[in-house]
């Protein structure tokens, strides 16, 4: 679709509250998100642990990218269960164009999206409107028989990319202290606090939203500006850092190994320029010991994550870029496998069951329902979702996680995390492991491969021979869950309709990433196909194709035919009309 306008315009907070207000009071849910899916935590079962020292509820939280970009993202995940936030990766350009579709999760994952869709103050004000909404609902009587009284700790951890001379601009820099202070923003958001939240505007909003870091390293960036970058953010912002690695680490043979022969990706063409530019193994043993002195030396604790995605050529081609980022299933094994290297590299280092040091590891390739309760017992802490994510379910999809990770806690005899982790120690070492990574890293290159291997992840979504129409289709649900910014919606059909639901658009919120089309059954993208909603004369004027432009709850201009803006009008006086986010 042609824009002279972005294609990701955040809502306002007064219009995010107003869907929360009116989806509960209406439906039990929350920017889609079912009552059944909101975390609630099991009494006899401590699933806390800290993040570079501040205690987080929950060892999950979404991954830096599609799912912590706009506040009802967060909202959602914080409901899901998740308390450690990586927020997505803010840097200097800030007027992208990413080509669309920038997202497949067809079958393994698969993106050509790595960096913010919003201006850097944008990006801001979205995680102050997050925060804002998180002590909103914390307090808010309706959700305590769902959250229980107090739904624990969380941390909002920043990231930035991808150079010094960017980090250090004064754009980046402004944002990177209105995150440490946040008080004028959360002023001045105050006023649209209103109607039934009335009560909430005067409340003590935390104004630090967060002093803790991950540097994303992202690929090429030379070990010198890695180091530099660092010290810039311990020295200059006082922050606790993380560098995030890349898997590249492990070298190009053994990650074409692994991909290509061991797990049967021989579609998968690893780039093997990319090896060659980016930080070697034995450099980056160096630079690990390095950073970790400089920050102790200052107060300061350090950490790393693994891991970032894989660079490989676009041999698809349903994005159209050259180069696309692979994720999901293969990357868990690969991240995992270099958890194994580094701790054997860096004996004594790592905040590791076996190791035992104090470099705080953070993870995230790969994680599912599955297997994050070996993740975890691994050590690392947190452990962030993209990809998962990005299928079906969506954000209801981390409750279940956690679930899973309770019940395998309990067969353990664990209480909490500690425990848990020194019972799956003590199991790995008597099957004559040196630690529970690198029995979790045997048993998925071995017994377990399963789960990773093409074999098990070369299943399509399911289609039917149907070309999708704007009112009325299979009514799957798809599109609302697999939406990271839940820019979908539905409400009930007219009694003369075949299908029970029909689907529609809040455009601004809509990205035009793909996935809702790589998991639609029926021939076509919904979020052109289905009836595109606008509340913003400016976007609804600035944007091709058809749509709808509502104000008030009613729709005053629309480009569509007559008998289609007909049917339109009939629905939306029919169904579930949602005020604070058309207003």
């Avoid at 540097?215 to 010290?231: A, M, N």
């Avoid at 998962?388 to 981390?398: A, E, I, S, T």
């Avoid at 052109?528 to 004027?541: E, N």
């Amino acid at each position: 679709m042609a824009h002279t306008t972005p294609p990701l315009t955040p809502a306002s907070l007064a219009a995010l509250l107003g869907r929360i207000g009116h989806e509960w009071e209406t439906r039990k849910k929350i920017f889609d998100l079912p009552n059944a899916r909101i975390w609630s935590a099991d009494p006899d079962v401590d699933l806390g642990v800290e993040f570079l020292g501040r205690p987080i509820a929950t060892p999950i939280g979404p991954a830096a990218g599609p799912h912590s970009q706009l506040a009802q993202n967060i909202v959602l995940s914080w409901l899901g269960g998740s308390r450690l936030f990586e927020l997505k990766t803010v840097q200097i350009l800030d007027d992208l164009e990413i080509q669309r579709p920038c997202i497949d999760m067809q079958t393994i994952g698969y993106n050509i999206e790595w960096s913010q869709e919003l201006t850097v103050p944008q990006s801001l004000t979205e995680y102050v409107k997050a925060s804002m909404l998180l002590d909103i609902l914390s307090g808010w009587e309706p959700l305590t028989e769902h959250l229980g009284p107090d739904p624990g700790p969380h941390v909002f951890d920043m990231s930035v990319g991808y150079d010094l001379a960017g980090i250090s601009s004064d754009k980046v820099s402004a944002f990177i202290t209105g995150m440490k202070n946040a008080t004028a923003e959360v002023d001045a958001l105050r006023s649209e606090i209103t109607g039934e939240w009335a009560e909430f505007a005067d409340l003590d909003f935390r104004t630090v939203l967060s002093d803790t870091l991950t540097l994303s390293t992202f690929h090429g960036c030379p070990p010198e500006e890695i180091e530099s970058i660092t010290k810039h953010l311990i020295d200059v912002h006082e922050l606790d850092v993380i560098v995030k690695l890349n898997p590249t680490l492990l070298g190009y043979e053994t990650v074409a190994s692994i991909v290509n022969d061991e797990l049967g990706y021989t579609d998968v063409s690893v780039k093997e320029s990319a090896f060659a530019e980016d930080l070697q193994f034995d450099r980056g043993i160096e630079l690990i010991g390095e950073l970790r002195q400089y920050a102790a030396d200052r107060g300061r604790q350090f950490g790393i994550k693994l891991t970032n995605t894989l660079v490989v050529d676009n041999a698809k081609q349903f994005m159209p870029e050259d180069t696309m980022y692979l994720s999901g299933p293969p990357l868990h094994v690969l991240a995992s496998t270099l958890l194994d290297k580094l701790a054997t590299a860096l004996p004594g280092m790592l905040a590791i069951p076996g190791s035992d040091g104090d470099i705080m590891v953070s993870f995230s390739a790969g994680i599912t329902k599955d297997n994050l309760p070996s993740a975890i017992a691994m050590g690392v802490q947190p452990a962030t979702v993209c990809s998962d994510l990005l299928k079906p379910g969506g954000y209801g999809r981390l409750a279940p996680m956690l679930k899973t990770l309770v019940k395998e806690m309990k067969a353990a005899g664990a209480t909490d995390i500690a425990s848990f982790r020194s019972a799956r120690q003590t199991e790995a070492e008597a099957a004559g492991f040196a630690s529970a990574n690198a029995a979790h890293v045997a048993h998925i290159r071995g017994d377990g491969i399963g789960a990773y291997h093409l074999d098990g992840n070369s299943k399509l979504p399911r289609e039917v021979d149907h070309t999708l129409e704007m009112f009325g289709c299979v009514a799957c649900n798809f599109c609302i869950t697999v939406c990271p910014n839940d820019a979908f919606f539905s409400i009930p059909s007219l009694t003369d309709m075949a299908a029970r639901q029909q689907y529609f658009v809040f455009a601004e919120l809509c990205n035009e990433c793909g996935n809702c089309m790589v998991f639609c059954p029926e021939e076509g993208d919904p979020a052109f196909v289905k009836p595109r909603v606008y509340t913003d004369d400016t976007l609804y004027a600035g944007r091709d194709g058809q749509g709808f432009l509502v104000r008030d709850g009613a729709l005053v201009d629309a480009r569509a035919d007559e008998d289609t803006m007909d049917t339109f009008t009939k629905l939306w006086g029919n169904g579930t009309v949602l005020p604070g986010a058309v207003s």
